[in-house]
């Protein structure tokens, strides 16, 4: 079983829709990261949570290190949201190496 | 600033033969790292280096070579060229250490085809 595990791998949804991409990871950490990776290819960092929520826009993320997951939500989705979005963990003692996830692909359709 | 670049962006190769991905950044960062991802799989550490001089393996180190002889550049060795390495290259920086306070950069990727 991966360490990090994403949900789902694909989604396609309606321009307007409201949308949730989730994390599970089974190890300790020191902080999650959410990636997007466009259809070019390049990878952006989205956020870096260690608790709590952060908001950038419409986009949302939470984590609860209790239950170990974290939520990516998008509101009023786009077009142009369309891309790859990657989970990512820093584990406990371990700095300088991330855990990847696999990675939702999300398609949204105008 | 340009932030990381790499070279070449597509590359095919013969079995056997050998290349240099360059990576560069311009940001003074200490960190960086290489990284492959193969299709629909998640990122694969290669190797990593700390700074000037230190570099050291992560999770799928066999077939390559770094070196690290200055803060900015970081190239990725190939050598003996083989099927399984066929994937897309993704050269990252990070500015401190600890415990990934900040955000990690990335190159535009280097996509590479062994035949």
């Known amino acids: 079983k991966n360490e990090v595990e994403q949900s789902p791998q694909n989604l396609t949804a ?88 696999a990675g939702t692909k999300l398609i949204i359709k105008p | 600033n340009a932030g990381v670049t790499q070279t070449p962006k597509f590359r095919i190769l013969k079995i056997g033969q050998s290349m240099t991905l360059q990576c560069t950044q311009d940001m003074n960062h200490n960190y960086m790292y290489w990284y492959r991802q193969d299709p629909g799989m998640g990122l694969k550490l290669i190797y990593y280096s700390v700074g000037a001089g230190i570099t050291d393996k992560g999770e799928v180190p066999n077939g390559y070579n770094v070196s690290r002889s200055t803060t900015e550049d970081f190239p990725l060795r190939l050598e003996l060229a083989a099927p399984s390495q066929t994937s897309v290259y993704f050269c990252a920086s990070r500015r401190l250490a600890g415990a990934w306070r900040e955000t990690q950069y990335f190159g535009p990727g280097t996509r590479l085809l062994v035949l």
């Open chain 1, 14 to 101: 309606q321009e307007g829709e409201f949308i949730t991409i989730n994390c599970s990871y089974s190890v300790g950490i020191s902080a999650l990261h959410w990636l997007q990776q466009h259809p070019g290819g390049g990878i952006v960092s989205l956020f870096m949570l260690s608790s709590g929520k952060k908001k950038h826009g419409r986009l949302i993320a939470t984590i609860n290190i209790q239950e170990k997951h974290s939520s990516l939500h998008i509101t009023a989705s786009h077009p142009r949201d369309s891309a790859v979005y990657i989970c990512a963990v820093s584990r406990v003692g371990s700095n300088y190496q991330l855990i990847w996830g």
